[in-house]
């Protein structure tokens, strides 16, 4: 089983929609997560940390299931600037200095 | 503030050539990474380091060398370019255990071994 694992879409979704991409984890032991957004051929940027009470962002919103080792991120009205490749990343050991990310969930937003 | 700066952008190399890839950061970041990213692949970590002097390896290191001689600069070196470490390459660094914090990747360098 992959560390990370992310549905990777490619999702295509008019502006305006609710979209949510959803991502499993492997290590129970991880304790630090993160959704980064990624434009192509550009570096990856922190978007959000996930926590486990749930956190929001403005449109964002992540979730944090431990008992599941799941994680989502939910995008509500959805703009055409929030097309771009969307990466889970967990923490991959205890002290929590090396991250671990998925393969990336392309979003396409249409007018 | 400049954050992460990867220098070249953009290299190609002969295979078996050897080549180093920079990286410093001036935002007094602790911990610090190389990641690989390849079309399918995701990123993928090569080397990383918790601190001057201190320096583990990731899930890809084979072919890499890394050092930390000081808190700013994390170099990559390839000792042998070969046609399969063609690839996009990330260096990122965080303030300290990744608990709430991200990383800041620099913009990356582009590398093509022919």
């Known amino acids: 089983r992959k560390e990370v694992e992310q549905d990777p879409g490619p999702f295509n979704v008019p502006e305006g929609a609710t979209v949510a991409f959803n991502c499993t984890y492997s290590n129970s032991a991880s304790q630090s997560f993160f959704w980064y957004r990624q434009d192509c051929r550009k570096e990856p940027k922190l978007l959000m940390s996930?926590?486990?009470s749930g956190n929001e962002d403005g449109r964002f919103t992540a979730q944090l299931n431990r008992a599941s080792q799941y994680i989502s991120l939910l995008i509500r009205d959805s703009k055409l600037s929030d097309s771009a490749t969307y990466l889970c990343?967990?923490?991959?050991?205890?002290?929590?200095?090396?991250?671990?990310f998925g393969k990336g969930t392309t979003l396409s937003v249409s007018s | 503030n400049a954050g992460v700066t990867q220098t070249p952008k953009f290299q190609v190399l002969k295979t078996g050539q050897s080549m180093t890839l920079q990286c410093a950061q001036d935002?007094?970041?602790?911990?610090m990474s190389w990641y690989r990213q390849d079309p399918g692949m995701g990123l993928r970590l090569i080397h990383y380091s918790v601190g001057a002097g201190i320096t583990d390896q990731g899930e890809v290191p084979n072919g890499y060398n890394v050092s930390r001689s000081t808190t700013e600069d994390f170099p990559l070196r390839l000792l042998s370019a070969a046609p399969s470490q063609t690839s996009v390459y990330f260096c990122?660094?965080?303030?300290?255990?990744?608990?709430?914090?991200?990383?800041?990747f620099g913009s990356g360098t582009r590398l093509t071994v022919v």
């Open positions: 990343v967990v923490n991959s050991n205890q002290a929590g200095t090396a991250l671990i």
């Open positions: 935002m007094n970041h602790e911990y």
């Open positions: 996930v926590y486990s």
């Open positions: 990122a660094s965080s303030y300290g255990r990744t608990s709430g914090y991200g990383y800041t």
